[in-house]
Every structure is written in structure tokens, then in C-alpha cells.
């Protein structure tokens, strides 16, 4: 969706094509997931997804992190 935002260390890329182009000029990134929750939002349309785990960028140490997604349905039943 044109409106779908993302922020990376301080800045926002917004629309899908900014987003993709950020994610593949990060270089090689290795995830690996320790928790997932997901919550209802004040949305009745919509989610939070909680995701902690370790990040591992061109062969770095790994670090620790964090992400908070909102999906939103676009449309009922979506």
C-alpha cells in the first residue's frame, strides 16, 4: 500500500518501492526469531505483531532486536 511505513535506525521510507529498495541496499542480514506475539489493536481491523530476536548483518556480531508491526485489513474478510 502507497500509505505502509517503515522506520530504520531514524528514518522513514514510505510506499513499497522506497521500502524494498532500503531493504536490499542493507547487504546480507541473517534473522533469527525468539518470540512472536501478536495482540489485538484498537482497530477491530487491524493487529499488532510484537518480534524479538538477534540480527546478524554482513557477517557482524549479531545483535539484539526488536519489531512492532500494525497489519491492517484493507477490506472486510481481507
Known amino acids: 500500500q502507497p500509505s505502509s511505513m517503515m522506520s530504520f535506525e531514524g528514518q522513514q521510507f514510505?510506499?513499497?518501492e522506497?521500502?524494498?529498495?532500503k531493504l536490499k541496499g542493507?547487504?546480507?542480514v541473517q534473522h533469527t526469531v525468539k518470540s512472536t506475539d501478536v495482540q489485538p489493536s484498537?482497530?477491530?481491523n487491524a493487529i499488532l505483531i510484537f518480534v524479538t530476536g538477534s540480527i546478524k548483518i554482513g557477517g557482524d556480531n549479531p545483535?539484539?532486536?526488536c519489531e512492532m508491526f500494525q497489519l491492517v485489513s484493507t477490506a472486510p474478510g481481507a
Open 18 to 21: 522506497n521500502i524494498i529498495n
Open 14 to 16: 514510505q510506499g513499497p
Open 63 to 65: 545483535l539484539h532486536f
Open 26 to 28: 542493507t547487504g546480507q
Open 42 to 44: 484498537s482497530n477491530p
